[in-house]
């Protein structure tokens, strides 16, 4: 199996700024030339690493549908993150059609709500501090 590309995910990509933030893991989305059997997506643990593998060519309506055929709502904070967008060819317009999958998110993923919220906002994958702010708050209330 042969990496082609690994993107930094999760809250960290957010919140490593903040003196406070304690990581318990880092998240990775990681382009490879093969996974197991006819999947599309592969999930696993290494020591502080948790991957998710996806096969390269994976097209970007076939991330959309991981979220909504799969209904694994937690997935869809994949698509908070500027340089996983860009590397599918995802654009800020098409953002909007997750409105009630964000709306949907458990307490601990909240946070990605806020952020959300702020790039339909800003029209763009991008927070000002006082959004960043406002969006790792909501992060402290269950996580803390």
């Known amino acids: 199996m042969k990496v082609i590309k690994k993107i930094r995910c999760?809250?960290?990509?957010f919140f490593d700024k903040f003196d406070d933030y304690k990581r318990k893991d880092t998240d990775w989305m990681v382009f490879v030339d093969k996974v197991p059997g006819k999947q599309l997506m592969w999930r696993v643990k290494i020591k502080d690493?948790?991957?998710m593998m996806f096969k390269i060519g994976t097209t970007k309506q076939q991330h959309i549908d991981m979220i909504f055929k799969t209904h694994v709502t937690l997935k869809v904070g994949k698509f908070l993150v500027p340089e996983f967008n860009e590397y599918i060819g995802f654009d800020i317009s098409e953002l909007n059609r997750f409105?009630?999958?964000f709306n949907?998110?458990?307490d601990l993923h909240k946070y990605q709500k806020v952020i959300y919220d702020a790039y339909i906002e800003n029209g763009s994958f991008t927070l000002t501090d006082e959004q960043l702010n406002k969006a790792y708050e909501e992060?402290?209330?269950y996580r803390a």
């Open 99 to 101: 409105d009630e999958v």
């Open 10 to 13: 999760g809250s960290s990509i």
């Open 49 to 51: 690493d948790d991957l």
């Open 104 to 106: 949907q998110l458990d």
């Open 139 to 141: 992060y402290k209330k």
